[in-house]
């Protein structure tokens, strides 16, 4: 038993870390740490730093332009990315789409999307939730009809993350209204210019406009985008959502917000002394700190069983609930580091570029917002309830 | 990075599990329990015989050189089969103690008699006001002519009440929470001024308060530098720490077990409980604690013998505190999934309950270890 690295992994590390030293962008590292807005091009400019290194499609098998990578090197990747303050990746086309049509795909599709996904040309949102269908995803109610070599679809799909950037959507819709529930659903590819395509923002509680709604009304889609066989679409959505799930416990994410939250302690002041030093709130730290250290090993431990199985089980599911926890955990010791300057609401202070002496600190604008954004970490990639679902039945049989 | 375990591990590993499974049942533990020793003394023979006693002591010394994962491995299965005998003071505490200050005259007398469970040792290290504070001894020892007297008196002393011999913390000078001045000693429980009150514990092992009244002792049975030895008590409590953890994750693995089969057998409403998922989510939150325990206690397990650092500090405080949560959390809940059959004394879940909840009355509570987690916080 040996809880350290070996030497070929920390020598990927060192890589890693003279990569990032190299090619990320000081200006998004620090919108990143300071919680300023990124704009669609820093997600851009990011990604295309990562492919030309060969290193954007983590989860990929080399042959599809992938890194190839074992669990262990994506978890390092991941970490030092988020440690120095990486933005991460947008999920949806090179993590979710992208393994399914490696999976299920012909490979016309294959070989049309993989590529564009690579090289950023096309920009993926996710089209599973529905207003009547949350966690329980398969009761959802947008259908598309076959019309000669087209589908028609109808319907709205909702909490489309980043979807205002996008243009291309994967779909969950009803193709067998009579079926069963899970069965006669197929998932489909649509381009987001198709005529009948409307967008609408969902501005969220923090003021942010991350999340739509997306409209379809009799939307053409060529027969050639559907993945897999028509309405065996559900074993596509289970298989992404395990891809989904993994990493979703945010290790690096939750370190990097950590050492953020004890140097702006350092610096915020209580008593006349520091509010790192203020017992109470440092025995805060302390706690989600352990926290965090027992959650870093369980990640590591289920990432060295799936070494050579690829994909965690529903053990990333446990990793999900804990992870999250942690991270809205810190978030709620963010927002009270600052005191009474969690309050004012300044728009323009999310600028990086914001030509006005911030009201505060420069970081003190973003800290309540993102406790409120933070919230979603529960609900989203499956709630923490429905985690527990999971582990109950996947894990304890019950 | 790697959890496998060695063959050797393995071997470790699967002989402790036979042992605990042939010579512990709820029934026999009971039995060990109400006897006068507390424990069962042809148990701890076997433990002598098959070489467990003598795995973590270096091999210069007549041991195996085991690290503290091979401890760990021995410990869950402990853990698991509620045993009584005080490997952790006797093995893992004062033998360490005696590895590491003991001089080799010390060392060449002591330490087979040890590794081999001819003798049980113990340590006193708690006063009534040190509350888990090493540094903490108002206990005095004084110097003359031909060796040590000691006056004062030690709490909770487990194991203390059928120890052969029983290491000693006492001050020989400075103020009673003084990092220095802090002395060891090893003295027989039979010498002239030695009165021991003994007593069952609630989790079912013995101890007992320690009286000294002007106890001699002998200049070779000092361990160490008198007055300095503070550092090696808290690098071995460190050691004690690691394997306890490993002790409570094999209770707690038993407990969840013994909880979930419950839950799949019990029947109310025309169905078994498991059903429902307000219990399913409370059995999820249990498995969760237990698999952020099991990697603290990897942890600690690894770190356990490695040279004396901040970083080795903040881990065994943070594994502490993270499996003293999980452990408590685990024994109620536990309880309460089973309803009222959790409360017999018949059934093993409520003897599970207790160990699990009395391992945070020794060395440390969670608020303890949170404090010293906060304390080393690093904060660069």
């Given amino acids: 038993m040996d809880i350290h690295f070996t030497a070929e992994e920390l020598a990927f590390r060192d890589e890693v870390r003279a990569f990032l030293k190299d090619k990320l962008p000081q200006d998004i590292a620090d919108k990143v740490r300071l919680g300023k807005h990124l704009s669609k091009a820093d997600h851009q400019r990011w990604q295309k730093a990562q492919s030309e290194q060969g290193w954007y499609a983590t989860h990929w098998p080399v042959a599809f332009g992938g890194t190839g990578w074992s669990a262990v090197q994506k978890h390092i990747y991941e970490e030092e990315c988020a440690v120095v303050g990486a933005p991460r990746s947008i999920p949806f086309g090179v993590s979710m789409v992208a393994p399914v049509l490696i999976k299920f795909g012909t490979a016309q599709q294959q070989d049309h999307y993989l590529p564009r996904i690579l090289n950023g040309e096309d920009w993926w949102c996710q089209g599973y939730s529905e207003p009547g269908a949350g966690s329980d995803l398969a009761s959802l109610k947008t259908h598309a009809v076959r019309d000669g070599d087209h ?11 980043l979807g205002q950037h996008a243009n291309m959507i994967f779909c969950l819709v009803r193709t067998d209204s009579q079926a069963q529930k899970q069965r006669g659903i197929s998932f489909l590819l649509i381009d987001m210019n198709s005529p009948g395509i409307s967008v609408r923002p969902i501005i969220t509680l923090d003021g942010e406009h991350e999340v739509n709604e997306v409209f379809f009304d009799n939307v053409r889609v060529p027969v050639e985008n559907l993945v897999g066989e028509e309405n065996h679409g559900w074993t596509c959505a289970k298989y992404l959502l395990t891809y989904e799930r993994t990493g979703l416990a945010g290790i690096g994410v939750s370190k990097a917000a950590l050492d953020h939250l004890k140097r702006i302690a ?31 090993m369980s990640t590591l431990r289920t990432l060295a069983a799936a070494k050579d199985g690829g994909v965690p089980g529903a053990e990333s599911s446990i990793l999900k609930i804990k992870g999250t926890e942690i991270r809205q955990a810190i978030s709620h010791l963010l927002r009270k580091v600052i005191g009474p300057y969690a309050l004012p609401f300044v728009e323009e202070e999310l600028d990086l570029d914001s030509p006005d002496e911030p009201l505060h600190a420069d970081y003190s604008a973003t800290l309540a917002r993102q406790y409120f954004n933070l919230r979603k970490l529960s609900i989203f990639g499956g709630s ?15 | 990075m790697n959890f496998n375990l060695t063959e050797e591990q393995q071997m470790l590993q699967d002989t402790a599990t036979r042992l605990v499974r042939d010579g512990y049942s709820l029934e026999a533990r009971e039995q060990h329990s109400r006897s006068e020793e507390g424990f069962s003394r042809a148990f701890w023979q076997q433990l002598g015989e098959l070489g467990l006693t003598a795995v973590p002591f270096p091999e210069a010394l007549g041991g195996f050189g085991g690290s503290g994962v091979e401890t760990m491995l021995m410990m869950a299965e402990f853990g698991r089969g509620l045993c009584l005998e005080p490997y952790v003071q006797s093995v893992i505490y004062a033998g360490g103690l005696i590895t590491q200050l003991g001089n080799p005259s010390q060392q060449r007398d002591w330490l087979p008699r040890v590794a081999s469970a001819q003798w ?21 020892a004084e110097r003359d002519a031909e060796g040590w007297t000691l006056t004062g008196r030690k709490a909770v002393v487990i194991g203390g009440h059928q120890a052969d011999l029983i290491l000693v913390s006492a001050r020989v000078s400075g103020e009673s929470r003084d990092e220095h001045g802090i002395g060891l000693f090893l003295i027989d429980p039979q010498a002239v001024g030695v009165e021991r009150r003994s007593y069952q514990t609630v989790d079912g092992h013995k101890g007992c308060d320690l009286y000294l009244s002007k106890v001699r002792v002998a200049n070779d049975h000092v361990l160490g530098e008198p007055g300095q030895v503070l550092a090696a008590l808290r690098y071995q409590q460190g050691r004690a720490i690691a394997a306890q953890c490993a002790e409570a994750l094999g209770s707690m693995e038993e407990a969840c077990r013994l909880t979930l089969d419950y839950l799949k057998t019990r029947q109310q409403f025309g169905m078994p409980i498991g059903q429902f998922q307000v219990l399913q989510h409370r059995m999820v939150d249990m498995r969760t604690e237990l698999e952020q325990a099991t990697s603290m206690a990897i942890l600690a397990a690894c770190c356990a013998d490695q040279v004396d650092s ?8 943070a594994a502490k505190f993270i499996v003293t949560r999980a452990a408590r959390s685990i024994a109620e809940q536990a309880i309460q999934l089973h309803g009222a059959i959790g409360m017999t004394w018949e059934y093993a879940l409520g003897h599970h309950a207790k160990r699990l909840v009395m391992l945070s009355h020794q060395f440390g509570d969670d608020d303890h270890h949170l404090k010293a987690y906060s304390t080393l916080l690093d904060v660069a």
């Fill in chain 1, 384 to 398: 923490n309830e429905i985690q527990k679902n999971i582990v109950s039945k996947m894990i304890l049989e019950l």
């Fill in chain 1, 266 to 296: 350092r610096l915020q002041l209580s008593e006349g002394k520091a509010m790192l030093d203020d017992p109470l709130f440092r025995a805060q730290v302390a706690e989600v700190e352990m926290q965090l250290m027992a959650t870093e």
């Fill in chain 2, 120 to 140: 049980l040792l113990t340590v006193a290290f708690e006063e009534a006001q040190s509350h888990y504070h090493l540094n903490d001894v108002q206990t005095r």
């Fill in chain 1, 151 to 161: 589908y028609i679809v109808n319907g709205q799909k909702t909490w489309t993350t």
């Fill in chain 2, 310 to 317: 901040t970083e080795r500090s903040r881990t065994l405080a």
